[in-house]
């Protein structure tokens, strides 16, 4: 049993916090830049390049990538044989702190949803738990803001609709709020398990490098064809117009019951941000 001192995570989970604030993602910076290559309308052309100027600008002189430093999400994955010695959610919840206070970063979580009265700290965070195998933790911080949070839905399906039926609900889901999710978009999927399950399959879904395709044929195939036809709609990237609407498109899938197929889309716009690290 290997044991890890509370305190490690906190340092692990600031750091990611300010990292993932202040530099885009590879995998996000290298699509902007390939859109970039392929576009031929002006106002686009010129969105795109000043889209990779600001995350270039971000990361060099430190500052935020974007002014929503939003809602952080802590994804932990804890190996079987670890002990954590110490609490490690008031440890998490300390490293969002810290690096939110630090980073010189904007808090913008409320204590109440209807009272909004702001915390002052972007505490607490929501922090997602995973029992794995091994002797290590898997620390994965994803600041997500609201503009495109607020363009994600989620909808009870038929269980007999089809993939194409599918498909064509998640397009016409993207496509009513695309404009306002701060485009181009990634998009992260759910399908199956119960709702709350597929709400977090689409955010981890969101994880995953865009480029990386579901190692399941029909969902590649699934991923393909909404993204190709999400490129089609002309939003372009800050809804200008333009062929690239969306960066890309990971769905995961989970069983479900015979009665339902819950289907979970989550928007995360052009400064789609997160930052990882093994402890």
Do not use: W
Not at 197 to 207: C, E, G, N, Q, T
Request: net charge positive.
């Amino acid at each position: 049993m290997r044991e890890i001192e509370a305190k490690k995570i906190r340092e692990a989970v600031k750091s990611l916090a300010i990292k993932a604030n202040f530099s885009l993602r590879e995998d996000i910076l290298s699509a902007l830049k390939k859109a970039f290559s392929r576009e031929k309308k002006p106002y686009a052309k010129r969105t795109l390049k000043i889209l990779i100027d600001n995350a270039k600008i971000a990361k060099s002189e430190r500052i935020p990538i974007c002014q929503d430093t939003g809602f952080a999400e802590v994804f932990c994955n804890i190996g079987g044989d670890v002990h954590v010695r110490g609490d490690i959610a008031r440890a998490i919840t300390e490293g969002i702190k810290l690096a939110y206070a630090e980073g010189f970063l904007r808090k913008s979580v409320v204590s109440d949803p209807i009272l909004r009265k702001n915390t002052g700290t972007n505490t607490p965070c929501v922090i997602h738990y995973d029992i794995v195998k091994g002797d290590k933790i898997k620390l994965a911080v994803l600041p997500k803001g609201f503009g495109s949070e607020n363009a994600s839905t989620v909808t009870m399906l038929r269980p007999t609709a089809s993939e194409a039926e599918i498909i064509t609900h998640i397009v016409e889901a993207v496509k009513s709020s695309a404009a306002d999710a701060c485009p181009p978009i990634v998009v992260g999927i759910g399908i199956g398990g119960t709702l709350d399950k597929a709400a977090l399959l689409a955010m981890k879904a969101i994880l995953r490098p865009i480029g990386k395709k579901s190692p399941k044929k029909h969902i590649a195939r699934m991923e393909r064809e909404i993204l190709m036809r999400l490129n089609k709609t002309d939003i372009g990237p800050a809804g200008l117009g333009g062929k690239t609407t969306c960066l890309g498109v990971n769905i995961l899938p989970f069983p479900t019951h015979i009665a339902g197929l819950p289907v979970c889309i989550k928007i995360s716009c052009h400064a789609t941000r997160s930052a990882s690290s093994i402890i």
